[in-house]
């Protein structure tokens, strides 16, 4: 079937979430894409800021072949060995005795979670950078700079504050004493694939007074 056979059943069968597909691709090799009319691509995006690892390696294909001949998915009320030694590993990289993992299966969930965990600290206030993009969920939603994805579901949970993206003064004047946490992605890429300056960086201090969870 053609591509433009494959939209036709696409547009008919789910909902236009993110707008009629572009491509509709039918198998891909390392770095290149074929589509349903045998279209060859390079793939530069991946998944969105995920899954950056080509297609069909044959390294990644045996590892997870071999999982899956010993043991697929399983409820959350159980654990699995290769979660555990992940979530060990994960842990390991924070330098502290008392990390915790929590896998999600989006970046939306991440955020998500991040921002139910401000509550924990008593404090109210989240502060966020100008172009921002955390998700589509009602609390990442509230995250998210943009108008043309906030207006339609206002009014968003919290007490959230934007400040200009990479205005360090700005977001020094943004954090007081009721401050959650501070999100900060280190490379927006809905705004166009752009780095936060380094001054900004929650390493030059731009902490809350008494530090909370913070979610990159």
């Known amino acids: 079937m053609s591509q433009a056979d494959f ?22 090799e390392g770095v290149h894409l074929w589509d349903a009319d045998g279209n060859r691509y390079t793939d530069l995006l991946s998944g969105l800021a995920v899954t950056g690892l080509g297609h069909a390696h044959p390294g990644v294909t045996a590892a997870i072949t071999a999982q899956l001949g010993e043991l697929g998915h399983v409820s959350n009320f159980f654990a699995s060995i290769p979660q555990i030694r992940l979530a060990e590993r994960l842990a390991s990289y924070t330098g502290t005795a008392d990390a915790r993992v929590f896998f999600t299966n989006s970046g939306t969930e991440a955020n998500e979670a991040a921002f139910k965990l401000t509550r924990l600290t008593g404090r109210t206030r989240v502060v ?23 207006e339609p579901f206002e009014p968003l949970p919290g007490e959230v504050v934007f400040v200009p993206f990479g205005d360090e003064a700005a977001l020094r004047a943004a954090v007081d004493t009721t401050t959650a946490a501070i999100l900060i992605e280190t490379v927006q890429g809905e705004n166009g694939v752009v780095p936060v300056p380094p001054a900004s960086s929650p390493r030059r201090g731009a902490s809350p007074t008494r530090r909370g969870p913070c979610s990159g």
């Open 128 to 150: 966020v950078m100008d172009g921002s993009f955390h998700g589509r969920t009602m609390g990442a939603l509230a995250l998210t700079s943009n108008p043309k994805y906030r």
């Open 7 to 28: 939209r036709a059943r696409y547009d008919a069968v789910m909902m236009n979430a993110f707008g009629a597909p572009k491509r509709v691709f039918a198998r891909a």
